[in-house]
């Protein structure tokens, strides 16, 4: 086949204004031999794969091709409603047993146990299961089978749930929602679309009868329109002979309804929406340019993965002229970008879509920027240096791709046998499509990339929405005046554009070399380098990924060691400094440099610490540390970036007040910290005592000394050819060997605390924000003692406000333990709710501290509890992300947070958690931030 391929060449056939690309005689995508794909008699699919990444674990998946587009009118929520009645009984786990057992054996409700329902699909996933023993697979899969055709939807369930789905509205019900859904029925006039958003209306939540979900069931969930999927450390011929025989049973409906694919009619002349919202802080333009989707038929030929190609690449290119637009001295837009996929939520219309959102009162320089973009890449189409950019950058991910074939998470093999199931994708292995691709792309040429972009994007078809702030004082463009726009853009004069590029090398001048000058072997298999500088290295190999190393640093000091004064400037460190880019190449350039190679590493400065940060693959390691080194030594200004950061920053700062969140953030913000003088409100007046020069020597003072640096490095490293690099690009960094550490600049309130105001906001709801905080020893237990109150804390409200209340979408509770700058012992609790029942429910809040205090926790929750994290633990161990984080607070705090977890979790009682609550909880401090659109008594 690859000799076939590479003599091939890839044909693109523009029909009806869409582009379809197709092959001439090209063979049809190879799918995965690794996974078995059956249909049982009665017509259900099923996808079974083995896959020990991670080990002794499975994913369980039932994947529907039905959603909120097959409601009726009268039905509008339903599908939703179903998804979350899966979780409220069946027959074979009724009542709330279904999440309990799964949480006895580690699977937590919400993290590894959920569901979504969309348009046209819902799938369901039990996730991270541990295939320890028979019982545990038989269990999952009965649990799939009842999704499938054994709900029992008990009114007495359904009642309590009503609660919860208004309370899940609430919550979403934003701005752009709410104008979502006045704009729909125009966007997709004479479609089904238009009135289907799957949280369906609050009328029929509250009142539909009870046999009308039951109806719903009956109707779409069957087999036909049902895959199974299961993924992990299993055996397939035993999972298979398990499908067989538990699934066959179920039966087709005698006369089963069809299921209809909706379409959505195409345009001659543009559609125009113009939709306003009180809480809407930015205008925002979209820009549809509609089209055909790519053949469902036809997916299966390879000339579909070359049309996905080709698209991929026109939306990096034309990103990357609008990221460039974005940084000149006066940008037309706050930001602006392109994609192609659905049309918003369609599956039978997609859309070359293009975003941009606006300055105050310049919707139209915002319009006519990204539309001259648009008919710039139209006429000209793209240049050759651009495409052979995004070119190396696709080829370099997909050999990276390559490299890690054997190292794939269980749950990417998953959303494959979804999207193949749902929307016939193709599902390759990896290495035939390295090998088809590898071939392939160097056989596209630029013309054919040209070609495809302007048979996505034409006059016709075409849908623009607009965003805005509902401001009397806001002019809103008519859209008479949005066609002329479009007009006098078809008619001006364009310029092609011109791609500046340099040949010129990342560092035109090698530093001199330090050198190692002590070697140790440390904790959890690291080796420790001491440079000549001082720099400290800390490296630990590992296999778990081929085409990875993580790099993390830290040096004490932080923005702490500033003078108050400087508040205003040494918060905008991180923003500021990264705008100029490194060394000779600004931001935009340096982008271009780097293309083909997967390397990144960005500076910032913390409250307590500063850092290098980054990744690559070991291929691209001299270039992370190139990019480090320059990080210290060339940071580069740029005045008309700059100047554009401050333009973009007026205007996302000038309607900030619009979004209620601001409201609360600044209150919570202020109820913790106080006037402290660091504690700033960003107003739109402030950004003009930025002061640039002020910035970067703030920033120079931290990176002047690596001295007391620590560098750390986790992931495929080979140390003989890492340390000469290492020696060259951290042994040359500047020492002045100072001796300096951090300060506590901003202690949190202590005592008591309320402050409950009331805000208009556009849908009525009540925020409520809640920590208490205190001092304990910092130990390995008190952290997981931490951990698990908050998890315990989770499923006690998850019980009480959203089971037992219908109060509540959820209740967040995180807890923390910090070290520096002082021990520190914090529980955050936050939710929404109905303004009418705020009051209620924060005293349910605290009756759930308090219940915990006098009585301990339920012994069955905390086995639970220790399940999860026993299996997570287990799951982290090979993972360079986890042993970065176990390395850093090793050589930061000097902390040991692995060594003996497993020993110290299962060392933890009731009694111990009992005492660690009371001991936090009775230092009586208490924070209560609530924003309401309601009573604040």
């Known amino acids: 086949m690859r000799n076939f391929i590479r003599k091939t060449f890839v044909a693109v056939i523009l029909a009806g204004g869409a582009s379809v690309a197709l092959a001439q005689q090209l063979p049809p995508i190879p799918t995965d031999p690794n996974v078995r794909i059956g249909k049982l ?49 069946t027959t074979n786990f009724p009542g709330n047993l279904l999440r309990e057992y799964l949480e006895s054996i580690g699977v937590k409700f919400g993290a590894n146990l959920n569901a979504y329902t969309a348009v046209d699909e819902t799938v369901y996933n039990i996730s991270n299961v ?23 939807l008990d009114p007495k369930e359904i009642d309590k749930e009503r609660g919860v789905i208004h309370e899940e509205w609430r919550t979403r019900t934003g701005a752009m929602m709410r104008m979502y859904e006045s704009a729909f029925p125009k966007m997709f006039a004479d479609s089904r679309y238009a009135y289907r958003l799957p949280i369906g209306t609050m009328e029929v939540v509250d009142n539909f009868p009870y046999q009308a979900l039951r109806d719903y069931y009956e109707k779409w969930y069957r087999p036909d329109l049902q895959g199974i999927i299961v993924v992990g450390d299993i055996n397939v011929d035993q999972i298979e002979g398990k499908i067989k025989s538990m699934f066959s049973s179920i039966k087709m409906p005698a006369n089963p309804a069809e299921r209809q694919y909706f379409p959505v009619p195409d345009n001659k002349e543009p559609i125009i929406t113009i939709n306003k919202d009180k809480e809407q802080q930015v205008s925002q333009i979209a820009v549809f340019h509609k089209h055909d989707p790519f053949p469902v038929s036809m997916k299966n030929q390879i000339g579909y993965l070359a049309y996905q190609y080709m698209v991929s690449m026109t939306e990096s290119m034309l990103n990357a002229r609008l990221a460039e637009l974005t940084q000149t001295a006066n940008p037309p837009f706050i930001g602006a970008g392109v994609s192609d996929g659905d049309f918003i939520m369609s599956k039978t219309k997609q859309a070359y879509q293009g975003v941009a959102v606006a300055k105050e009162g310049e919707i139209h320089t915002a319009f006519t920027a990204l539309m001259k973009e648009f008919e710039r890449a139209h006429r000209f189409g793209f240049t050759a240096t651009e495409y052979e950019r995004v070119k190396a950058d696709y080829l370099r991910a997909i050999e990276r791709a390559y490299n890690e074939r054997n190292k794939v998470r269980t749950g990417n093999y998953v959303q494959q046998c979804v999207s193949h199931f749902i929307d016939n994708e193709p599902m390759p292995s990896i290495e035939d499509e390295y090998a088809i691709m590898s071939q392939i792309v160097p056989n596209i040429p630029l013309e054919q990339i040209n070609q495809v972009f302007q048979g996505l994007v034409s006059d016709s078809n075409m849908v623009i929405s607009l965003f805005c702030p509902d401001k009397p004082e806001m002019k809103y463009p008519t859209e008479a005046e949005i066609k002329q726009w479009l007009g006098e853009i078809k008619n001006e004069k364009l310029e092609p554009y011109v791609d500046k590029v ?42 778990f990924k081929a085409d990875e190393i993580k790099m993390q640093s830290f040096s004490n000091g932080g923005n702490s060691v500033f003078d108050d004064k400087d508040a205003l400037q040494f918060g905008m460190i991180d923003a500021v400094v990264s705008l100029g880019g490194l060394g000779n190449f600004s931001a935009i350039d340096l982008q271009k440099v780097l293309a083909g190679k997967m390397a990144s590493a960005s500076a910032s400065v913390r409250m307590l610490t500063e850092a290098v940060n980054g990744s690559c693959t070991p291929k691209d390691l001299e270039t992370m540390l190139q990019l480090t080194y320059l990080s210290f030594t060339a940071p580069r200004k740029d ?12 205007a996302q700062l000038a309607n900030m007040n619009a979004n209620p969140n601001k409201a609360l953030s600044d209150s919570i913000s202020m109820a913790l ?9 960003m107003t739109p007046e402030m950004v003009d005592q930025i002061d640039y020069d002020r910035i970067m020597e703030l920033y120079k003072d931290r990176f002047k000394d690596a001295s007391d640096f620590t560098f750390i490095l986790v992931g495929n490293i080979d140390q003989a050819t890492a340390v000469p690099l290492i020696e060259k690009y951290l042994g040359s960094l500047p020492a002045i060997h100072r001796e300096e550490n951090f300060t506590e600049k901003m202690a949190m ?57 219908g109060a509540s979408y959820g209740v967040q509770v995180g807890g923390e333990l910090s070290k520096y700058p002082s021990v520190q012992a914090t529980l955050q609790v936050y939710f929404d709710t109905d303004p009418a029942k705020r009051a209620k429910m924060v005293g349910l809040i605290d009756k759930g501290m308090n219940d915990f205090i006098a009585n301990g926790p339920d012994a069955d929750k905390l086995k639970k509890v220790k399940e999860y994290m026993l299996k997570t633990y287990e799951q982290n161990q090979k993972e360079n992300g986890y042993w970065m984080g176990v390395l850093y607070s090793y050589f930061w705090e000097g902390t040991d947070s692995a060594t003996d ?27 209560e931030v609530s924003m309401t659109s309601g009573d604040t008594k």
Not at 906 to 912: H, V
Request: glycine share 6%; proline share 3%.
């Open 41 to 89: 008699e009665n017509g259900m699919t099923y996808y079974i794969r083995h896959n020990a990444l991670p080990e002794k674990q499975a994913d369980f998946y039932i994947a529907q091709k039905v959603g909120s587009i097959l409601e009726e009118d009268n039905q509008r929520g339903l599908a939703h409603f179903l998804e979350h009645m899966c979780f409220n009984g």
């Open 130 to 152: 541990p295939v320890i023993r028979d019982g545990i697979i038989d269990s999952c899969l009965l649990i799939l089978h009842d999704w499938a055709d054994d709900l029992t």
């Open 502 to 543: 340099s040949n010129e090398p990342l560092m035109a001048e090698e530093p001199k070399p330090g050198k190692v000058v002590k070697t140790e072997q440390g904790a959890f298999g690291t080796t420790v380098l001491t440079l000549s500088n001082g720099v400290r290295v800390v490296l630990k190999p590992t296999d």
């Open 639 to 650: 005045q008309a970036a700059f100047e554009s950061y401050k333009t973009r920053l007026k």
């Open 673 to 681: 910290y106080g006037n402290n003088p660091r504690n700033l409100f």
């Open 749 to 805: 309130r202590k005592g008591q605390y309320k402050n409950v105001f009331h805000k208009e906001l556009q849908t009525e709801k009540a925020t409520v924000f809640i920590v208490r905080n205190g001092q304990c020893e910092y130990t390995l237990k008190n952290r997981l003692m931490m951990s698990i109150l908050s998890q315990l804390l989770t499923m006690q409200y998850t019980d009480t406000v959203r089971e037992e209340e």
């Open 901 to 927: 977890y497993v020993k110290t979790i299962n060392g933890i009682s009731g009694a111990d958690l009992q005492q660690f609550a009371k001991a936090l909880f009775s230092q009586q401090n208490r924070i």
